[in-house]
């Protein structure tokens, strides 16, 4: 097992929903630096204010992390062992620039990957995203199911797999791949690209009916992200995994339908007003993972959706109410 004591770590994406969690895990490694990259389109500094007043030195750089030349200004300022790689440009915004989602999140990939190939970052943990295997063709999903991506989002992640297993095929980089599915959590965007977890606790807390899209039977494998950032961490120590694409999931589906009800029951509003709308464009039908590669290789199983989760995360946005009004 390696171990990130004393190494210095690069976060891009780090003051986003999974990254600044992850900052916040790095941190109980005792890294000698951790240092964040982060354009802010998604990422908030408010994120980050837990891990800064942990760490005083964490450094934050507001870069885009495609941009090759001044992340290897940035790598080699700080003198970078590992990369976890979390930046990205959203699905949603995929489907409004799709061409910006497409240089970019493929830009990112190659930019790390050519850092690694010239030797100045030893390891780097990417993550993709279980979008890349577009909808299930059989349940429960392999790593080597087919990557049939559906949105232009998907296709980035998908090339950038693509790119990350040529770097190390080719010029034998020190990299893994990881796939998280349906992430949630206190932190999770609420805004404009927000999950839908937010987007029903922030409709409930104003009055709003929920708004299901097409029948509510679509699935998802929904992961705390807690356990997700133990999981990354997890594939960084585990040499084994290096050169594969690893599932971060439950192995369990929920239905939409199924999500708002349960959520609906911990808000105490079962009765609550609900409306469906016309099906979403890109939107996935079935998602269930795979997950015996991480268990046979990094040994954490995550619990499946539960209320605790839940309740922490409404929590969470509830604190965020109260702090606005």
Same mark, same amino acid.
């Given at each position: ?42 990422? $908030? ?16 750089? $507001?870069?885009?992390?495609?941009? *090759? ?22 699905? /949603? ?26 030797? *100045?970052?030893?390891?780097?943990? #990417? ?12 349940? /429960? ?22 790119? !990350? ?11 893994? !791949?990881?796939? /998280? ?5 206190? $932190? ?8 839908? =977890?937010? =987007?029903? !606790?922030?409709?409930?807390?104003a009055g709003l009916p929920i708004e299901i ?17 133990? *999981? =990354?961490? $997890? ?28 959520? *609906? ?6 009765? #609550? ?12 039908? &079935? ?5 015996? &590669?991480?268990r046979e290789l990094l040994g954490l199983h ?11 995360? !409404?929590?969470?946005? #509830? ?7």
């Open positions: 097992m390696l171990n990130l004591q004393g190494k210095s770590v690069l976060v891009s994406g780090g003051a986003g929903f999974i990254g600044s969690h992850l900052v916040d895990r790095l941190l109980l490694e005792e890294p000698s630096k951790i240092t964040v990259v982060d354009n802010f389109f998604l990422g $908030r500094e408010e994120n980050l204010r837990d891990a800064q007043a942990k760490r005083a030195d964490l450094a934050v750089r $507001r870069l885009d992390a495609s941009d *090759l030349a001044a992340m290897q200004d940035v790598v080699t300022e700080r003198d970078v062992d590992v990369v976890f790689d979390l930046a990205i440009v959203p699905l /949603p915004t995929s489907l409004d620039y799709p061409v910006w989602t497409l240089a970019t999140n493929i830009g990112i990939a190659t930019t790390f990957c050519e850092l690694a190939r010239r030797g *100045l970052i030893h390891t780097l943990v #990417h993550c993709s995203s279980s979008e890349t295997y577009g909808t299930a063709r059989g349940v /429960p999903m392999t790593e080597e199911h087919p990557q049939d991506a559906i949105t232009p989002y998907a296709a980035s992640k998908s090339a950038a797999d693509a790119i !990350i297993s040529s770097y190390i095929k080719t010029f034998g980089i020190d990299a893994v !791949i990881v796939r /998280p599915f349906n992430n949630f959590g206190p $932190r999770q965007n609420p805004g404009s690209y927000a999950g839908i =977890i937010p =987007i029903i !606790i922030q409709r409930v807390a899209t097409g029948d509510g039977k679509q699935t998802r494998d929904f992961i705390y992200v807690k356990e997700t950032v133990d *999981l =990354i961490v $997890r594939a960084y120590e585990v040499e084994e995994s290096r050169g594969l694409a690893i599932n971060i999931a439950t192995g369990l589906e929920t239905s939409i339908n199924n999500l708002v009800h349960g959520l *609906l029951d911990v808000l105490d509003a079962p009765e #609550h007003p609900i409306v469906y709308t016309p099906e979403r464009a890109g939107d996935v039908r &079935r998602h269930c993972a795979d997950v015996s &590669r991480a995550p619990h499946p959706l539960s209320q605790p989760q839940l309740r922490e995360t !409404i929590d969470y946005y #509830h604190g965020q109410n109260n702090a606005r009004s």
